[in-house]
């Protein structure tokens, strides 16, 4: 479990993160929100990457503040993250990519070739090992770029709308890959696009001007209407859209 407390942090002088507090179990949590919400500054902030200005991340019953280094670099080993933008190796084999985040987050050199194997196993590129990450389709892309936040199999998996530019079926697989993972794992998963999050999000989380406007199990969201459309017009409703 990790947990949120009371975490803001500030950007350019402004409040961009509002007194944030989060409970996010193993399952899958969508993070929604308007543009400019918050929501990539929240998850840089939950993988450890950003220091708040106030309020603490608890993992485990562990507070990272509480560590005398700030408890970070242990935390990495636990976190894993994709942001919206990522960078590949593109000149680099599916292997290499996987291997270096690997061993950046911390798998010993005995295990790297093994985890590396069984990673791109798990996201279907078994057969692509020796390709370049450049030649790689756009899903694709998106799965070695998971592969590569999954190498050191952390137990907190965050994802910044890792379905932009896919086409509808590389969607539906990337959504089915992320109902495996978070069936052992916290994931928490950014998105705009509704229908990425009704058939497999337990929880959702919505953030608007950098506050949480909701947190708790998808249905009650929308009580009263299913689907797509029920969760679409109850979140419009929650952020004045
Ligand atoms: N480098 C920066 N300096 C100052 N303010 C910033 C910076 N980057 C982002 N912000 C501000 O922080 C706030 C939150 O931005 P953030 O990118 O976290 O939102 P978001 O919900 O992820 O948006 P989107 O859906 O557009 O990706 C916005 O008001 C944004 O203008």
Redesign the pocket.
């Known amino acids: 479990m990790l947990q949120a407390d009371g975490v803001t942090v500030r ?2 002088g ?1 409040v ?2 509002d007194d944030v507090s989060l409970q996010l179990p193993v399952g899958l949590t969508g993070l929604l ?12 902030v939950l993988a450890g990457m950003r220091r708040p200005a106030r309020g603490s991340l608890t993992f485990d019953g562990e507070r990272l503040s509480d560590q005398p280094d700030g408890g970070e670099l242990a935390y990495f080993s636990k976190v894993g993250y994709l942001p ?1 933008r990522f960078r590949l190796m593109g000149l680099k084999s599916c292997d290499d990519n996987v291997m270096y985040a690997a061993w950046a987050r911390g798998v010993p050199k005995n295990m790297l070739a093994e985890r590396t194997a069984s990673v791109l196993a798990i996201v279907d590129l078994a057969d692509r090992t020796d390709v370049r990450a450049r030649a790689l389709s756009g899903g694709m892309r998106q799965r070695l770029g998971i592969a590569c936040a999954l190498a050191h199999d952390p137990s907190v998996l965050l994802l ?2 890792p379905t932009v530019g896919l086409d509808p079926a590389q969607r539906a697989s990337l959504r089915a890959l992320l109902g495996e993972l978070a069936e052992t794992r916290t994931v928490l998963l ?1 998105t ?1 696009i509704l229908e990425d999050l009704t058939p497999i999000a337990q929880r959702l989380v919505v ?1 608007d001007h ?1 506050k949480v406007r909701f947190a708790g199990q998808t249905g009650e969201l929308s009580p009263h209407e299913e689907g797509t459309q029920g969760l679409e017009s109850a979140y419009l409703r929650l952020v004045g859209g």
Do not use: C, F, W, Y
């Open positions: 950007r350019g402004k961009v993160i929100g308007p543009n400019g919400a918050g929501k990539t500054t929240l998850m840089t919206q910044d709308e950014s705009h953030l950098g």
